[in-house]
Structures are given as C-alpha cells and as structure tokens.
C-alpha cells in the first residue's frame, strides 16, 4: 500500500549549506507528493509539490526531485537559513482520496 | 485572508473524560480534515467532512467522531478518554477537498490526559 518514509529523522546544516532532506515511498503507482514544513507549535504549512509526470521542480530557494525507478524523492534548501529550521514531511495522497499519508519527518536544524 | 482556526489551544483532561475541539475553515473552503500527530506514530488521518458530508475516515475508534455544520466550521469530539488519546490535533482545509488540493493546517489543538 502507499507509505512515504524519511530515511533520516535528524539533520543538522550550517547557515549557508545546501540541505538535503529525503523520502522513500513504497507505492509505484503513486502520482503526487507534497512536502510540508512544520515550525514548533505550529501546523504543517505547504512547501512544494510534484506529479510524477515531472522529474524536477523549483520553487523559491527549495527544489523537489523524484526518481521514480527507486521511489525516491527529496527536498533541496538552497543556502539554508535559521528560519528554515523546522521538521520537514513528505507526504502523499492515499488511494485517490483527500487523505493524506504523511513520513516520519526530519527534524532540520540550521547552525548559525 | 484568516487561516485555519483551532480552539481550544490547549487542553487538559483525565482519564474518562470527553473532548470538543473546534476548528474554523479558511472562509471559502468547503472541506475539513482532522489529523492526529504524536511523537510516536506521527501525522495519522482521522477523517474529513464535506458539505456536511463525512467522506473519509481512518483507522480510529469510534470514540473519535466529528461533524461539520453548515458554515463548514467544524468538531471532533474523542470519548471516553484513554492516555494514548495525547497528542496534537490538527485541522486542515482546502477549497473543495478534491485529488491533490492544498491543505492548509491550523496550528492544532495540544491535548494532554492525565
């Protein structure tokens, strides 16, 4: 069935780094990810999203690539800031639903 | 435009009780999702309304329930609480709740059982 996972539950970046942030999932047929951005205390906020038509997309300063042959996906920052430090999701549509399967999260911490 | 609005903020009750949480949609939205998230097994779904309409539900008990009124505000409300019931309580909306709509998240509702 459809899961997405992290593979790290921890990341630590000094201000200025590339940040890497990574999610497996399981489900070939799955068609649509989302990446969500949780600052303490408050809710996941929207980050990027990407079909599976597409291999690569970008947004402000975050870069969203997929690899459909290992089910792979991660979320680039680009020159990371402290307001960047926060747990990062992957997350995917369950079964043609609204419902949401979300990962684990990583928790990113920025180094000034 | 006001975000997703969750009340209370946070909430302490014992072992037996039962709680309301509320959650007001972002004005327009028409679909509201619940979402559980604890330390443990993370952001788990719990069901979402439509119009009124439950649409989907997740693998809860059915002490976990909700509703939505016809202003698309909506309530969950857990019986009989039991101590794994702790855990941030999430409220998101989207315009219709179609395939691959935006969810916007509140900033949740701290449930603590003692």
Not at chain 1, 23 to 47: R, T
Not at chain 2, 25 to 50: A, D, K
Request: hydrophobic share 30%; glycine share 10%; proline share 4%.
């Amino acid at each position: 069935g459809e899961s997405v996972g992290l593979h790290l539950p921890t990341l630590s970046v000094q201000e200025g780094d590339n940040s890497i942030i990574n999610c497996a999932y399981s489900n070939s047929a799955s068609d649509y990810f989302i990446w969500y951005k949780q600052e303490s205390g408050k809710g996941p906020q929207f980050i990027i999203d990407i079909r599976s038509n597409m291999d690569k997309r970008q947004g402000q300063r975050v870069t969203v690539l997929l690899n459909k042959t290992v089910k792979h996906l991660s979320l680039q920052i680009a020159a990371t800031q402290p307001g960047d430090s926060a747990v990062y999701f992957c997350a995917e549509p369950q079964g043609g639903s609204e419902k949401l399967v979300f990962g684990k999260g990583t928790k990113l911490t920025v180094n000034p | 435009k006001a975000g997703v609005t969750q009340t209370p903020r946070y909430l302490i009750k014992t072992r037996g009780q039962q709680v309301t949480l509320s959650c007001s949609p972002i004005s327009g939205h028409r679909s509201v999702s619940w979402y559980q998230q604890t330390p443990g097994q993370g952001l788990q779904f719990l069901f979402e309304y439509f119009s009124e309409t439950q649409r989907n539900k997740g693998n809860f008990p059915g002490r976990f329930s909700g509703r939505q009124f016809s202003n698309s505000r909506s309530e969950m409300n857990v019986s009989t609480l039991e101590l794994g019931d702790s855990a941030l309580y999430l409220c998101a909306s989207s315009s219709k709740g179609g395939l691959n709509e935006k969810l916007f998240f509140g900033s949740g509702t701290q449930l603590s059982v003692l």
